[in-house]
């Protein structure tokens, strides 16, 4: 299997978890994500890889991940989603390489939408909050 169709797994196979998430229960998308996200990272992550871009995706979700917690609206998100833009754009050497074409426009919109997401629901947490 190539880069771009185990990125494309990967990435679908998180949604996939995304929607799960947003409504628990429904347990066919979490399955499939979570079957479809380990097989994508399982033949992405085989042989060769930059150490750089792999300490930019780790930065991108850790920064997604603060963006939950902490995060100056968006700012923490919008870092993160560029730095898994660089990361999987740059994730192997030469002609093995997930194609530019494929991999920027799949992952800003993956990390803008969880960004927004994770913006979203800090905004539910305070108003939830309030109401209490």
Request: hydrophobic share 60%.
């Amino acid at each position: 299997m190539g880069p771009d169709a185990a990125f494309a797994l990967l990435i679908s196979g998180l949604l996939a978890l995304y929607c799960e998430l947003l409504r628990p229960g429904l347990i066919v998308p979490g399955v499939l994500g979570a079957a479809t996200a380990s097989a994508g990272a399982c033949f992405l992550f085989r042989g060769p890889f930059h150490l750089y871009a792999l300490a930019l995706l780790a930065a991108g979700a850790l920064l997604l991940l603060a963006e939950v917690f902490l995060g100056p609206y968006l700012l923490l998100g919008a870092l993160g989603a560029a730095s898994l833009t660089l990361g999987f754009a740059f994730l192997f050497p030469g002609p093995r390489r997930i194609s530019p074409a494929l991999a920027i426009p799949v992952s800003a919109l993956f990390g803008t939408l969880t960004a927004l997401l994770a913006s979203l629901a800090k905004r539910a947490r305070r108003v939830k909050r309030r109401l209490l």
